[in-house]
């Protein structure tokens, strides 16, 4: 099994969580999002993934890409430890947190969003963090009142075992400190982030502690 990832994307460091909580063995191959305009852009690449983003999962020789479709895939193949409850309802505002992560505050904050802000509508540094900062805020506001408001209670987004929702969760808190953002405004967030990162499978899949971390 080999993994496309960067070091600092969050998408990729979802997918490293979920494989160190399934104790799955892989083969990292970083593709470095920066270096020489971005290897990602490289035919090389390319080829893997057309639409030249990170992660990439490659298994029994075939090649699967984003972070949550790769997390359900491996749900479905590797069924234990489960990452999405038993209960069809509770997998469905498990996911609904999740996705409140993946589809509505990560890309509109992500490199290429931001560069494209830069580059073709002439908006500052100073303005793409703001916009970042929006965005996550809005994020995070809405998952701390989901959380509270759900019934199964416990150290992580739902319960007493990490979920997609913490996979989720945790890169993108990282993703906002990057930002500058006040996470004050959301002690439940980081309580939860607390007892995720006292477990190995998050600890290790962290950015620095990756082989391309610079």
Known sequence: MKLYTFFRSSASYRVRIALNLK???????????????????????????????????????????????????????????????SD????????????????????????RVLNHLKSDHKQSDDDTILWARHWINLGFSALEQMIISV??????CFGKTPTMADICLVPQLGNARRFGVDLSAYPKLLAIESACMSLPAFANAAPEHQPDAE
């Open 151 to 156: 019934t199964e209670q416990g150290d992580f």
């Open 88 to 111: 069809a309802a509770e997998r469905a505002v498990v996911r609904s947190m999740a996705l409140l992560i993946a589809c509505e505050v990560h890309p509109i904050q992500n490199l």
């Open 23 to 85: 104790g799955l063995d892989y083969e990292q191959a970083p593709i470095h999002l920066r270096r020489g305009g971005g290897e990602q852009l490289k035919p090389a690449y390319k080829s893997i993934n057309p639409q030249a983003l990170v992660p990439a999962l490659e298994d029994e020789g075939q090649i699967f890409s984003q972070s949550l479709a790769i997390i359900e895939y491996l749900e479905e193949r590797y069924p234990k430890p489960p990452l999405l409850p």
